[in-house]
């Protein structure tokens, strides 16, 4: 009776423990971050002290909605997406601290509300706006809201993406489109300057030249990416294991709810593009989880079986003994 009375005292400490401090402390220490539907209407904005920036922001996405709202005609907007072809092309190189990602499926990741914002002023749309106090121009895609101006241009141009640039996107070319011109992710063998190439050994020097060549270019575009954003992004490979996914989710979807101040913009992405970059992040972080998926209830099955047998068994050896 005495040990049915502790053991009932130490239960209860434990199940007190388990299910009102942890999470209780985890939530004291985790400031619960409500994400916004990836809707991208500037309520997830900086919140803004002076009176016109305020005016100004709800002015910025009142005009945005207002592009949204007419009809882009996507044959001429092929014309005005030349210009951003000039700098987001294949082989383009590191412009201001990062290379622009190629736009092969923008139309498909990206949320429509976000790519008028990101062409009216990227560093608004990107919210991170607070870096240029002095105006848009200093972004390395600031030039484009004074080369594209007319709503109805905006309007083309963004139709022309959803429906030229919005093709099959596979979990790879989103993360490397979305995320990669800054995160580098060593299980994917992707480096910020794309997939690792296959190099060789010289056979008589056993030096690999290509590769030790490849790694210094690497070296350079992080150096450069470091200088713009303050630190080097660190490497996705294994984020899906030591974050949740509620974490990055919000985060991922407004970087700064989570991290006030922080240099990684928010990107944009729409349902698709979040949900097939967090496919790649789950396949490089966790490449043995389709095979435990798979494995996991035949071993619960097995045990149900043995748990059976044993019973059975003990049945059976204690016949006659009662
Ligand atoms: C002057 C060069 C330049 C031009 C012109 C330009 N871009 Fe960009 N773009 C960039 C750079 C650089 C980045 C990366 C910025 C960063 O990561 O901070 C970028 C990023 C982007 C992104 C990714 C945004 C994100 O964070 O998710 C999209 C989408 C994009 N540009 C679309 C366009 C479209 C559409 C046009 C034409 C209307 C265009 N760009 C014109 C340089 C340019
Ligand atoms: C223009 C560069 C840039 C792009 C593009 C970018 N990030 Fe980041 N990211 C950063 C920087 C810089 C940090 C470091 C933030 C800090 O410490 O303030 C970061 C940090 C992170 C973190 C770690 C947060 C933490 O808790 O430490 C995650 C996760 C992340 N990024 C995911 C992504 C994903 C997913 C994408 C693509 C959808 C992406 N990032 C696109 C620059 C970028």
Known sequence: MKELKIFGIVAIFTLVLYWGVEPFAHSQMHKHVEGHGLVYDGTADIEETSKDKKAMKKAFWADVKKIAALKGDAKAGEATFAMCAGCHMDGAVNMGGVTPPSL????????????IALIKDPAIATNVDHKYPNGTMAHPMGSISTMVT???????VVAYLKAKKAGE???????????GRCHANRYGKLTQLGEI???KSNIKTGLDIDAMKYKEKVATEQAALADYLGTLPPDLSIMIRARSEHFLHTFIEN?????????MPRTGLNKEGMEKVFAYLEKTGDPSKPLREETGPKVLLFFL??????FLWKKSMWKGHH
Do not use: W
């Open 104 to 115: 092969e499926h923008a139309g498909a990741i990206y949320d429509k509300n976000f790519l």
């Open 305 to 310: 079986i043995f748990t059976a047998l044993a």
């Open 197 to 199: 190439p296959k190099t």
């Open 150 to 156: 007319a709503p109805q241009d905006i309007a083309n």
């Open 169 to 179: 996107v596979t979990p790879k070319e989103a993360f490397t489109e979305a995320c």
């Open 255 to 263: 970087p700064q709810s989570t991290l006030p101040g922080t240099a």
